[in-house]
Every structure is written in C-alpha cells, then in structure tokens.
C-alpha cells in the first residue's frame, strides 16, 4: 500500500445504523404512504433509485425504521440465497429494514462510492466474516470493524468515476437484455393470441390452418429418464441434468460425465440424437435446450427428450413452443402457479402445443433463432465486462494500479 493511503476501520470515519418495519398487519403504517422502505433483497439493485414499498409518516414514527441519506452505503445483515453480505448505494433518501445496515461516510475522509466500491468488491470476506453458514447473520459490530485502505479524496473520486463509467456500460447492456426479452414474450403472446379462441376440434377459430396438438402426438418419441443419476465419472459421456437446461441453452458449466458402460444403460429406452429436445420436468420445470451436434449424452433424473415428428413440426419451432407462454402456462397452472414443484410424464405429454403450417413454423423459428443469437451475443459481452470490472476494481482498491488526478 503507498504511503498516501492509510487503513483504518469502517466505524472510524462512518456512522452506522440498521433500520425497522412498521407493523405489517396495520395499514395505517402502509396504504398510501410515499416513504420508500427498501428491504433487503433490493440490495441486488446496487444503485437504489427507487423501491418496491413506502410506508407512512405514522409508520415512520410508531416503529424503529429511520431515513438514511443520499449516498448511504447500504449491506444486507440477512437475507435468503446469496443476498447476505451484498452492497448497494442509495441515490434517494429512504427507510429501510432491519436486516439492512446503512453506513454513512464522513465525506471529508471517505467518498461515498468508493466506499461502496470497496465493501461491493469484497462480496465473499463479508460473507465469511458473518460465519458462512445459511443461517450466520452480519452485524453492526462486524462491519464497524471491517478495514478500509483509503487513498486521498481526490483519488478515492477517480477511481470511483472510473468504476462508475464501467457501471453504466453494464447497466446499458442490462437493460438492452431486458428490452430483448421483453420482445420476445410479445412476439410469442402476438403469434399465438390465436389460440385463445378454439373450436370444440382444437382448431383456431380466428385461422383455420393452426391448431392445437398434444406434445405427444407431434413427436416421434418422448422419452422419460430412468428414475436416478448415472454414477459420475472423471471423464466420459456428458450427463445432462437439470442445472445445465437455461433459456432454451445448453449449460456446458459443471457438466457431469458417466462411463461407457453406465452411457449405454441410460440410453437403452433412446441415444438423444442432435435437434432433440431436452426438457426439465422438475427443479425447476419447463426449461429446454436442443441437443447440439456431436454431443453424445445421458439424462440425468428429472429430464424428459422429446424427438419431433419432423412431418409435423420442425424441432427449432418445438423448441421455441415449449418456452412460448402459451406453453408454460399450461406448466403452471398444473403445479398450482410454481416452477417449483415437479409434473408428471402423463401430463407432460398432454400438453396442448400450437400447431401453424410447416413454412410458417420455419419463420418463427428463424425470428427467435436471430433474436436469441443477438441476446447471447449481448449477454456474452456484458459477462465479459463483469470481469474486466472485477479486475479492475482489485487494482485499483488495492492500490497496485493508480490512477492520476
């Protein structure tokens, strides 16, 4: 560390404080209250423009919530999955809850973001300093006692515009993600709004030439996995589990792979051959992906294969069906509106698919085969500036790369 930068512990130059909740069964606390009131998960945010709740002045007053300023560094003591020990910065005043601690810098010793920076990247320390377990919680005393390497102000602001400027190149691509996804749920809900008005025969009324089929009778097979997980081996045959089926992809990270000998029991009832399609019958259900080439795999349990009658429906246009709301409302409304719970081969096989002549299917699957080779491209790039981010955000709060002011 350079001799400019001293370290010294959070409590030294900052004030920290947890919030409250006003009593949720009481209204009074909550109708009509234009307070924002953040709750943890929001962490997730990072820069808090705006909340998901407000509550009252009454609520404000009758409980131990507290408004915390603009640029209140904000970590989350609790919180379920991975929300514990995240970072976010406040943009606007607000209340909070009680898992969430709101740090307030002195502005003469620490800048705001850089300080949200720093805490930001040391994601995993936070995390192992509250104990790691599911269940281990952060505390005021905890991050009072957390050091900070502190350059001069003027550095501390450059290298927070820098971090910054990178911020807003992700958040850009974020929200182009998000335009895109958003196009494609229209596009799927405009191509087959036709089929909220079927005749008694499945057929649309609206277009006589679509209509409604079993999943079953519009592929060759459909084939359930045997009911357990080949044995796991070093090397070998890739073993498709439900982890590894997102968004119409394949997840080739933390593939499983089984021996020759297990490959050829699990593939007795059917070899999955490329264009087939994988789909997830539980944890969670209705994800699909196709087989690519020269990938010879076994199911993992809870997987399902469904190989397209291709006299009927083209294997892309399957895919696509399958992740269209159409479909996947079906899947819902059969686990009572979860993803959580698991469906049944039976009724995997009944689901209603929207059936459109051969050359139209081929034009729907054209569209959404460019939109989601734009979207992973786009992905690709924003994942790619996440770890530039990340490695650049290691020299700069460490010191080993400085920058000129």
């Not at 010294?8 to 409250?20: E, H, I, K, P, T």
């Not at 973001?113 to 952060?138: M, V």
């Not at 190149?169 to 974020?174: G, N, T």
């Not at 009944?350 to 460019?370: N, T, Y």
Request: aromatic content about 6%.
């Amino acid at each position: 560390m350079s001799e400019s930068w001293s370290k010294l512990r959070v409590g030294d130059f900052c004030n920290l404080s947890a919030g409250g909740t006003p009593d949720t069964n009481n209204p009074d606390y909550w109708e009509g209250g234009d307070i924002p009131w953040m709750s943890s998960g929001e962490v997730h945010d990072q820069r808090i423009r705006r909340t998901r709740s407000h509550i009252t002045e009454r609520g404000l007053q009758d409980s131990s919530a507290k408004f915390f300023p603009i640029g209140s560094v904000l970590v989350a003591l609790a919180g379920q999955g991975k929300t514990r020990g995240k970072v976010a910065i406040s943009e606007i005043e607000l209340t909070t809850n009680q898992s969430i601690a709101a740090i307030i810098a002195d502005k003469g010793v620490c800048e705001p973001d850089f300080l949200f920076y720093n805490l930001d990247s040391r994601y995993e320390e936070l995390r192992t300093l509250s104990g790691g377990s599911g269940r281990a919680g952060l505390n005021l005393s905890i991050l009072s006692d957390v050091e900070i390497s502190l350059p001069p102000l003027p550095e501390q602001k450059k290298i927070a515009e820098i971090l910054s400027g990178v911020d807003k190149q992700i958040y850009a691509l974020e929200n182009k993600i998000s335009k895109l996804i958003s196009t494609k749920t229209e596009i799927f809900r405009d191509l087959f709004s036709c089929f909220d008005e079927l005749g008694g025969n499945g057929v649309c009324k609206k277009e006589s030439d679509t209509k409604i089929m079993p999943l079953e009778s519009v592929c060759e097979a459909v084939i359930d996995c045997k009911n357990r997980t080949p044995p796991y081996t070093e090397s070998g045959h890739p073993v498709v589990r439900t982890p590894n089926v997102r968004n119409g992809k394949l997840v080739r990270n933390d593939l499983k792979y089984t021996d020759i000998s297990s490959y050829e029991i699990w593939t007795a009832r059917s070899v999955p051959r490329p264009m087939d399609v994988l789909f997830t019958r539980e944890a969670p259900l209705g994800e699909v992906c196709l087989v690519p080439e020269n990938f010879k795999c076994c199911l993992g349990q809870r997987m399902m294969l469904f190989r397209a009658d291709k006299s009927l429906i083209d294997p892309r246009y399957l895919l696509f069906s399958l992740m269209s709301p159409f479909v996947q409302d079906q899947l819902l409304k059969s686990k009572g509106g979860t993803t959580v719970g698991h469906a049944r081969v039976a009724d995997v096989r009944d689901l209603l698919i929207p059936i459109v002549p051969k050359e139209k299917q081929l034009r729907i699957a054209s569209v959404f085969s460019s939109i989601e080779t734009f979207l992973e491209g786009v992905t690709r790039k924003k994942e790619k500036l996440e770890i530039q981010k990340s490695a650049l955000a290691s020299d700069l709060l460490s010191g080993r790369k400085r920058v000129s002011v």
